[in-house]
C-alpha cells in the first residue's frame, strides 16, 4: 500500500482569521500532511451571507507560520482568474511556502458568487467545462517555463511569460470534480492530481471512467495521485461525534456537509470506512472540517493513518 496522506480543508466561512489560522497550525503540528480551503466569494453552505475569507490571501498567510504542510484550493474557480493570473498566484504562493503549494482548480458552479460581483459564469455547465481544459493546458505550459503566444476558444495569450518559475520542479495542478465526458478527460489530459467524492461504488465507477480517458490519450493513470474528500469528526464514542458534527453543521447554518459520506466515531471506525477507497488506489484522504474546526479530529488523525496501516 502506497503511503497515505492526510488533508483538513478548513472551511473558510463563518470563521474568524485568529481561528482559522490556529486550526492551520494545529492541523501541521498534529501530523497532517495537507491544509486546503476553498476558494468561494460568497458562504457556500447554510446563507450564503454569512463572512467568508477569501482562499489565495489565507492561504499565503498560512505558509508564512507553516513550515511542512502542502497547501491548496479544493479547488480554486476556474471562472475567477485568467490562467495567467492563476499561475501566477500558485507560484507566488509556492515561493512564500519554500515549495509546498498545489495549484488546485475545477470549472465552478456556484452562480450567486458570480451574479453578486458581476463574474462572467459563461453559457452553461459545459461551456465552464471546456473553458477550464483550455486554461489547465495553458496554466501547465506556464508553470513550466514556456514563453509563447496563443489564440484559443477563451483565452488569447501574446508573447506570454511566468517568471520566477516555481520553486518546485513541477508544481502539481489537482482538478476537482467527476464528470464523465469533460471534467476527468481534463484530469487525463493535464492533472498530477484528482478530487472527487462520493461512496465507494461511486467513486469506482468515476476512477473507472478516469482510466478509460487515459487510456484514449497515452497517459498511465498511475501517474495521477488520486484524493477523495468527506466529513470527518473523530471521538471514541459515536454518538458524541454525531452531536460534535451537528453543532458544527449547526454554526454554519447547515444540516450536513455536502451529499458524501460523512464518517463519525472512533478512529477505527473511520479507518474501516477509508480502506474500500485505499484499495481502489486513493492516497490522499482530506477532511472536511466546517469552522469552528474540532480540534480533537485535528488532534487524533496519526490514530487512523496507525489503523489503516495496521
Not at 11 to 35: C, K, N, R
Request: glycine fraction near 10%; charged fraction near 20%; hydrophobic fraction near 45%.
Amino acid at each position: 500500500m502506497s503511503e497515505l496522506r492526510f488533508g483538513a480543508q478548513l472551511w473558510s466561512q463563518a470563521t474568524d482569521w485568529p481561528g482559522f489560522l490556529a486550526a492551520a497550525m494545529a492541523a501541521e503540528a498534529a501530523g497532517w500532511d495537507s491544509v486546503w480551503t476553498w476558494d468561494h466569494l460568497h458562504a457556500i453552505f447554510g446563507p450564503w451571507e454569512q463572512p467568508i475569507f477569501e482562499g489565495p490571501m489565507a492561504l499565503a498567510a498560512v505558509a508564512a507560520r507553516t513550515s511542512r504542510v502542502r497547501l491548496g484550493l479544493l479547488v480554486g474557480a476556474n471562472t475567477f482568474r485568467n490562467p495567467g493570473h492563476t499561475a501566477k498566484i500558485a507560484t507566488t504562493l509556492d515561493h512564500v511556502s519554500g515549495g509546498r503549494a498545489v495549484l488546485g482548480i475545477g470549472g465552478a458552479w456556484f452562480g450567486r458568487e458570480h451574479e453578486a460581483f458581476g463574474l462572467d459564469f459563461g453559457a452553461g455547465f459545459g461551456e465552464r467545462l471546456d473553458r477550464l481544459d483550455e486554461a489547465v493546458g495553458l496554466i501547465r505550459r506556464l508553470l513550466d517555463g514556456e514563453r509563447f503566444s496563443h489564440a484559443g476558444r477563451f483565452y488569447t495569450f501574446t508573447d506570454a511569460l511566468a517568471a520566477p518559475r516555481p520553486v518546485q520542479a513541477h508544481l502539481p495542478i489537482l482538478v476537482g470534480g467527476s464528470g464523465p465526458k469533460k471534467t476527468l478527460r481534463t484530469v487525463a489530459r493535464h492533472a498530477d492530481a484528482w478530487n472527487t467524492a462520493g461512496t465507494p461504488a461511486e467513486v469506482a465507477a468515476h476512477d473507472a471512467i478516469l482510466r478509460a480517458h487515459c487510456a484514449d490519450v497515452g497517459r498511465d493513470p498511475e501517474t495521477i495521485e488520486r484524493t477523495v474528500s468527506f466529513p470527518i469528526v473523530l471521538r471514541d464514542d459515536p454518538a458524541d461525534a454525531a452531536r460534535a458534527f451537528a453543532a458544527l453543521c449547526a454554526h454554519n447554518g447547515t444540516p450536513d456537509a455536502g451529499n458524501v459520506p460523512t464518517l463519525l466515531g472512533p478512529p477505527e471506525l473511520v479507518a474501516d470506512a477509508i480502506r474500500p477507497y485505499v484499495d481502489l488506489g486513493f492516497t490522499t484522504i482530506i477532511a472536511r472540517l466546517p469552522a469552528p474546526y474540532d480540534a480533537e479530529t485535528l488532534a487524533r488523525i496519526g490514530e487512523v493513518r496507525a489503523a489503516l496501516a495496521g
